[in-house]
């Protein structure tokens, strides 16, 4: 029969072998912030002894010099009001490693009720902050051509469009695409879509994003920019998309058609998307051009 562990009886050691074994970060700060109790746990992260770190405001110990006076105004609100915050934010290691800490603050009183300390329970949430970021750069991702996908173009542009500044859209789509995808398969196919992104990618300026709208449909959206400068910049695109592709059966070569679309504040996105796409397709069925250049339309609203 397996022997059961001998369990202290005393609140006080229970709760001493808790804050001992916890790999929480936990720390009691006074009223000035200076701290009067640190656990284990943070005095590995810290890198400190418990009797390095007493009497040391936290401040000066593990918070980046950005928060130093987030972390001050904090301390005396919560001494003034009875009422520490969640809060969220970068520490310091004792390597000097930035560390994203959660922590949740409880002010203690003493038995009149008057505020004398603040509590933290500080979790290094750092890893899963990374994997949220992962995780939501992969859901804004076009996975074939690593640029932006539709609903980050969406989410963009809903952006753009409600913060007061207006934006434009180049709808840019293959021409002759198709005749290559089932001449030469699949896999030229997406070689030659994430070239093409590529390519695109290289002209957009600091603030414009790039986004595979799905199949051979890419949108560019645009801020800042005259309509003089969106034609110069559909001029670039088709001259970009018109290089000769070296794939692995040969050097290929497709076209572009291009319709532009400028969206004012208030502009609903979906609308605007399909104004630019309208312009595209009157360019595409423009029987009308140089064989040099790429099909391009502005919209007229």
Known sequence: MTAQPEVAQLPEQLLRDFVDASDALLCIVDGEGRILLTNPALQRFTGRTGEELSNVPFWDVYVVPEHVALSRDAVARAMATGTAHPQEGDWLTGTGERRRVAMRNTVLRDDRGR????????????????REAQLHLRAQTDLLTGIANRGALFDALRARLADGVGCALLFCDLDQFKIVNDRHGHAVGDGLLAEMARRMAELAGPGDLVARFGGDEFVIL?????????????????????RPWDGPEGSLSIGVSIGIAVGRPGDDADELIGR???AMYGAKCHPHRRADRPRRAADPT
């Open 115 to 130: 505020p004398y300390a603040v509590g933290c329970v500080g979790l290094d949430v750092t890893d899963d902050r990374r």
């Open 276 to 278: 630019a796409d309208r």
């Open 222 to 242: 645009c801020q800042g920019r005259s309509q003089e400068e969106l034609a110069a910049l559909a001029e670039r695109v088709g001259a970009a998309v018109r």
